[in-house]
């Protein structure tokens, strides 16, 4: 099975701040990626499809790259509504959609 | 809009069983493939389950096959997870969530992200 592993687990920053998160897969996954944000109490929520492509009504500050088996997730300028945890998934090879560990972001 | 909405998820002893159910709306229903996704207390996301949009391929997790059963009932917009032989183990909030492609996007749909999730429905399993 794929693996996925998020890096860092946890992260602490400010408002304004660029932030990066980084999803390695454990062998090859094309651009088979999406990253979730989840908030507490609610359920994930798509920002990032097929590695790079912005799901319609995510803002613009956030963007996603890579392909293969490194990935990262960007914040741009952080904003006060992104402080929460964040998932990677990976979709390339099914019945076996995994995802990432998650990182928590935190106000600094 | 689309709308997925859980139920179902009780407290359940070990050995027992439960059914949970989602009912979709906002979308054609048929078009898509259906997952079941859950999430332990404090933990990450583990998916489930999957169901093809015409109920004829079924896939799961390795942690719920043999024990967990996924349907859908297009007629009724209704996803379904009958989980049975439950354990401590299988507790957490289970969401059901909607592949963002249809199924003739790669003739399967399962090869995509899930863009559309239920507020989901807890299920825990203790005596």
């Known amino acids: 099975a794929i693996q996925l592993t998020q890096s860092p687990s946890s992260l602490s920053a400010s408002v304004g701040d660029r932030v990066t998160i980084t999803c390695r897969a454990s062998q090859g996954i094309s651009s088979a990626l999406a990253w979730y944000q989840q908030k507490p109490g609610k359920a994930p929520k798509l920002l990032i499809y097929d590695a790079s492509s912005l799901e319609s009504g995510v803002p613009s500050r956030f963007s996603g790259s890579g392909s293969g088996t490194d990935f990262t997730l960007t914040i741009s300028s952080l904003q006060p509504e992104d402080f929460a945890t964040y998932y990677c998934?990976?979709?390339?090879?099914?019945?076996?959609?995994?995802f990432g560990q998650g990182t928590k972001l935190e106000i600094k | 809009e689309v709308q997925l909405v859980e139920s179902g998820g009780v407290v359940v002893q070990p050995g027992g069983s439960l059914r949970l159910s989602c009912a979709a709306s906002?979308?054609?229903?048929?078009?898509?493939?259906m997952h079941w996704v859950r999430q332990a207390p404090g933990k990450g996301l583990e998916w489930v389950s999957l169901i093809s949009w015409d109920g004829g391929s079924t896939y799961y997790a390795d942690s719920v096959k043999g024990r967990f059963t996924i349907s859908r009932d297009n007629s009724k917009n209704s996803l379904y997870l009958q989980m049975n032989s439950l354990r401590t183990e299988d507790t957490a909030l289970y969401y059901c969530?909607?592949?963002?492609?249809?199924?003739?996007?790669?003739?399967?749909?399962?090869?995509?992200?899930?863009?559309?999730w239920g507020q989901g429905t807890l299920v825990t399993v203790s005596s």
């Open positions: 969530a909607k592949g963002r492609e249809p199924y003739y996007y790669d003739s399967s749909g399962y090869l995509t992200s899930f863009d559309y």
């Open positions: 906002g979308f054609t229903f048929d078009d898509y493939t």
């Open positions: 998934q990976q979709f390339n090879s099914y019945p076996s959609y995994t």
